[in-house]
């Protein structure tokens, strides 16, 4: 089973920078396609990005499009999403989650196996 720890999250000024980490537990990490969500105060759980077993596909929502990167290390069984030109609409908590291979579609909450516990990003204006 997965277990999945995020780390990196804080607080930035809008126009800043954060990279969110997401260690998994298992050395299967690397058949798992990998995703982020994020949930901000009253609003339901949304997808962020995705990235496949590889590491040679990724899928992103348009609103972080050119500003997120979403990338993986399997050595370390670490995930990471840059977040750039962060804006005030990006608060949230953001979740880490593993998804077993083939499943999808990467941006529905149902196709994930297993989720971290979550890390805050608060972007001030």
């Known amino acids: 089973q997965q277990q999945l720890v995020e780390s990196g999250g804080g607080l930035v000024q809008a126009g800043g920078s954060l990279r969110l980490s997401c260690a998994a537990s298992?050395?299967?990490?690397?058949?798992?396609?990998m995703g982020w969500f994020r949930q901000a105060p009253g609003k339901e759980r949304e997808f962020v990005a995705a990235?496949?077993?590889?590491?040679?596909?990724?899928s992103y929502v348009d609103s972080v499009k050119g500003r997120f990167t979403f990338s993986r290390n399997t050595a370390n069984s670490t995930v990471y999403l840059q977040m750039n030109s962060l804006k005030p609409e990006d608060t949230a908590v953001y979740y880490c989650?593993?998804?077993?291979?083939?499943?999808?579609?990467?941006?529905?909450?149902?196709?994930?196996?297993?989720w971290g516990q979550g890390t805050q990003v608060t972007v001030s204006s």
């Open positions: 298992e050395r299967t990490f690397s058949s798992y396609t």
């Open positions: 990235i496949n077993w590889s590491g040679s596909s990724t």
């Open positions: 989650a593993a998804a077993r291979q083939g499943r999808g579609p990467w941006s529905r909450e149902e196709t994930y196996d297993y």
